[in-house]
Structures are given as structure tokens and as C-alpha cells.
């Protein structure tokens, strides 16, 4: 009995405590739960993503699947010169008022080593925890998401890039947009 308690009190404890916004965003209670959100992160150069654009989830590939090539959800994401990230769900290609809403979403922090972009992104998993997804900025400004969980190879990319990158990952196309609207990320 006593065991039962003491891992459900370490469960308790180890949720990340969040709130749902009046636009059905997600947003964590203390941002510092975000691995990246730390100054030697937010400092490192981030000049490979281009903040005054959004990223469209174009297409998946998944070698098991038929078709192989195909688009499970509509997602962008927006990235900050802070280091901050929004991944935003929507149902066709968004509109500039969902894009310039800073209430919408999934929160997250990113970092960038050479060409490899980390994310530590809020998942609503377990009660709220924050989770790993790693990517691949192309030559053209493109990124290529790996869509495998990468706490099953122990949160190291290149375990993860080489077990996942043949068989399943998404193409989020750069976009440029007009009328981006610059605001203060509020988490």
C-alpha cells in the first residue's frame, strides 16, 4: 500500500501543471519546465529559422503505410527570435487572424546546432508533460521533423535521425507571410 502511494504522489509531482486559453490553446503554469528555456539556449544563434514566416506541415512519409506519402492533420508552427515555438492545429491552410492569435496552440522552446533543430515542446500526455521532436532544416529553409518519439532512443538525435529518418518523418514548407504580426509569446 505504501508503494502504491509513494509512486502515485512521484506521479503527481512530476505533471506539468497547465491551462486551456479562451482560444483552446495550451500553456504551461511555469515555463521553466521547457529544458531550452535556460539563457545557454536562448542565446545560441537561431539565424537558420526565419521568424518572419510559418511552417505548414505539408506531407508525412511513412514506409508502412499505403499511400506512403500523406497528410494526416493541417499543423504549422510559428517560431520567435526568443527561442519560443507555437505548434498550431488547423483544419486547412490558416488564416492570418489564427497565425497573429497568441492564444492558440502548443508551446515549446528550440534549439539549433548546425542544421539540427531540437524542440522541447508541452504535451498533453500523463497529465501535461514536455517531450522531445527533432528536425532537419534543409537547404531551402524547409524542415524535416522526425516523427518518432525520441525518448524511445534515449533523447539522442542521431539514434533518432538514423533509426526514424528512413521510415517515417514530415515536411513542414517554409512560408512567407505578409501580414505576421510581431507579439511577445506569453509563456
Known amino acids: 500500500m505504501k508503494t ?6 512521484i506521479l ?13 490553446g495550451m500553456r504551461v503554469q511555469n515555463p521553466k519546465v521547457f529544458k531550452y528555456n535556460k539563457p545557454r539556449y536562448t542565446k ?6 526565419d521568424t518572419n514566416a510559418i511552417y505548414f506541415k505539408d506531407s508525412t512519409y511513412d ?25 498550431v492545429d488547423c483544419n486547412a491552410f490558416p488564416t492570418i487572424d489564427k497565425i497573429n492569435n497568441p492564444n492558440v496552440g502548443v508551446p ?12 522541447d515542446m508541452f504535451q498533453d500526455l500523463n497529465g501535461g508533460q514536455t517531450g522531445k521532436y527533432f528536425g532537419r532544416i534543409q537547404p531551402n529553409g524547409d524542415i524535416i521533423f ?11 538525435f542521431s539514434r533518432v535521425e538514423k533509426a526514424e529518418g528512413n521510415y517515417r518523418f514530415s515536411i513542414w514548407r517554409k512560408i512567407k507571410v505578409d501580414s505576421l504580426r510581431s507579439y511577445k509569446p506569453n509563456w
Do not use: M
Open 4 to 9: 502504491i502511494f509513494i509512486s502515485l504522489a
Open 12 to 24: 503527481l509531482a512530476s505533471c506539468v501543471k497547465y491551462h486551456i486559453t479562451s482560444d483552446k
Open 44 to 49: 545560441l544563434d537561431k539565424s537558420l529559422i
Open 63 to 87: 514506409k508502412w503505410t499505403n499511400p506512403q506519402w500523406q497528410t494526416y492533420s493541417k499543423e504549422f508552427a510559428r517560431f520567435f527570435n526568443t527561442g519560443q515555438v507555437l505548434f
Open 108 to 119: 515549446g522552446y528550440f534549439i539549433i546546432s548546425g542544421t539540427q533543430i531540437k524542440v
Open 146 to 156: 522526425y516523427e518518432q518519439r525520441t525518448e524511445t532512443y534515449s533523447s539522442s
